[in-house]
């Protein structure tokens, strides 16, 4: 039975891929900007800083895209049925999601409409936590791939913006030269940027830090802290009372608390003695004042010096 899982998801990936290329058949019209559509707000940013002033984003979704009932906010949907792009993660939920919202908008509307191309950054992405085996235990099909937070590994941002730079002029082939040359001023950057963090987590390799959001690990791929998990159901944390038990027998030092995580969680850490509990976001969609995506990382630096102190 699991194997026939994956048959359907290989057959649902297909449907997807032949979608995408005739909607990039359909070449966006060459004066203006072009409407992106983008599902996490920290991929945005990379869309943003590739597109330039060739491109007009908006992001699709809020606050953890693991649940279950994961939508299109409704002040975008509109926005989303007349966009010339959407970019996902390759995240079955959010194509679930995009592919709804899709549907309602234009039922009714003019069937010539054309149908926005979908660019998916997660093509060549470094992941993590893959399963070894899909048939021979059941695997969630929307975490086949792995752990979907790939973005928080800043080595995948080069990844990202080259998908981006590709499905963009795709879109726009005058413009490819100008996408390809914003794509090689941010992986300077970023290389930059990485080369700098690398040597700023060095003293902070001995901590156990248990996140809240578990995407964190994919960050722990270039150095620094131990940072431990608790296995479960995906998106859904056991009770206060047992995760603190666990977090106990992992001996974590500190917990990064996502602003998402339910109030009682922080409630239960903070009354621990020797557990250091400190809010860090996961995104920068909850870093008043951020827009670019090296700034999450630089916030999580701050934090890791803010958990080392006495």
């Not at 002033?53 to 939508?71: E, M, N, P």
């Not at 679930?96 to 908008?105: C, E, Q, R, T, V």
């Not at 010539?112 to 085996?133: E, F, H, L």
């Not at 790939?150 to 726009?172: H, Q, S, Y």
Request: charged letters at 20%; hydrophobic letters at 40%; proline letters at 6%.
């Amino acid at each position: 039975m699991n194997c026939i899982r994956t048959a359907r998801l290989a057959c649902l990936a297909t449907a997807l891929a032949l979608a995408s290329a005739w909607s990039l058949g359909t070449l966006a019209a060459g004066g203006g900007r072009l409407s992106v559509a983008v599902a996490e707000p920290d991929v945005e940013a990379i869309v943003k800083t590739v597109g330039g002033d060739q491109v007009d984003t908006f992001s699709l979704f809020k606050g953890c895209i693991l649940r279950k009932d994961l939508a299109v906010e409704t002040s975008v949907s509109s926005r989303l049925a007349k966009a010339d792009a959407v970019v996902w993660t390759g995240y079955l939920n959010e194509s679930a999601a995009i592919s709804a919202s899709l549907k309602g908008a234009r039922e009714g509307a003019d069937p010539k409409q054309a149908t926005p191309a979908w660019i998916d950054v997660s093509r060549d992405a470094a992941r993590i936590n893959v399963p070894t085996s899909i048939c021979g235990d059941y695997v969630d099909p929307s975490l086949q791939m792995g752990n979907p937070f790939f973005w928080l590994n800043p080595e995948n941002g080069k990844v990202i913006a080259r998908n981006v730079a590709e499905g963009l002029a795709d879109l726009r082939p005058s413009k490819r030269a100008y996408f390809d040359a914003n794509v090689s001023a941010f992986e300077a950057a970023l290389a930059k940027d990485i080369a700098r963090w690398q040597e700023e987590l060095k003293p902070f390799a001995a901590l156990r830090i248990f996140c809240t959001q578990c995407g964190w690990q994919n960050f722990s791929q270039i150095g620094g802290p131990n940072f431990v998990t608790c296995k479960g159901t995906p998106g859904a944390l056991p009770s206060p009372p047992s995760l603190v038990e666990h977090l106990q027998e992992m001996k974590a030092q500190v917990v990064f608390l996502d602003p998402n995580t339910p109030p009682e969680y922080g409630k239960a850490f903070r009354r621990q003695q020797g557990l250091k509990v400190i809010e860090v976001p996961s995104s920068i969609e909850y870093l008043p004042g951020a827009r670019t995506y090296s700034t999450l990382f630089d916030n999580l630096i701050k934090a890791l010096r803010e958990a080392s102190k006495p």
